[in-house]
């Protein structure tokens, strides 16, 4: 998070505000569930959702602070069903 931090920061200063954030993350183990390794389960939660989470947390600050801008996230299809060997996904 510090270094989120630290290039939102450096984005503001080098070229005077930030107006728009894209946060797009996805990876995928490909692995049922019960064969998933913790540091794959982990992986996928850490950049997919966390790593989300973080870049909005890291930049949202910068888009108020100039009276607001866009934040676009994106994902995948496999957000509106399932798809096999894609739990953690």
């Known amino acids: 998070m510090v270094a989120l931090r630290e290039a ?3 984005t ?6 930030i107006d728009i954030l894209s946060a797009n993350a996805g990876i995928q183990a490909f692995k049922p569930l019960l064969e ?6 982990h992986d ?7 790593g989300t989470c973080n870049t909005i947390r890291a930049v949202a ?8 801008g866009r934040i676009h ?3 995948s299809t496999q957000g509106q069903h399932g798809t096999k060997y ?4």
């Open 61 to 68: 600050p910068y888009l108020i602070q100039n009276g607001g």
């Open 8 to 10: 939102a920061a450096w």
């Open 12 to 17: 503001a200063k080098t070229f005077g505000r």
């Open 73 to 75: 996230v994106t994902s």
């Open 36 to 41: 998933m390794d913790d540091a794959d389960w």
């Open 86 to 89: 894609g739990s953690a996904y």
């Open 44 to 50: 996928q939660i850490d950049v997919n959702l966390n």
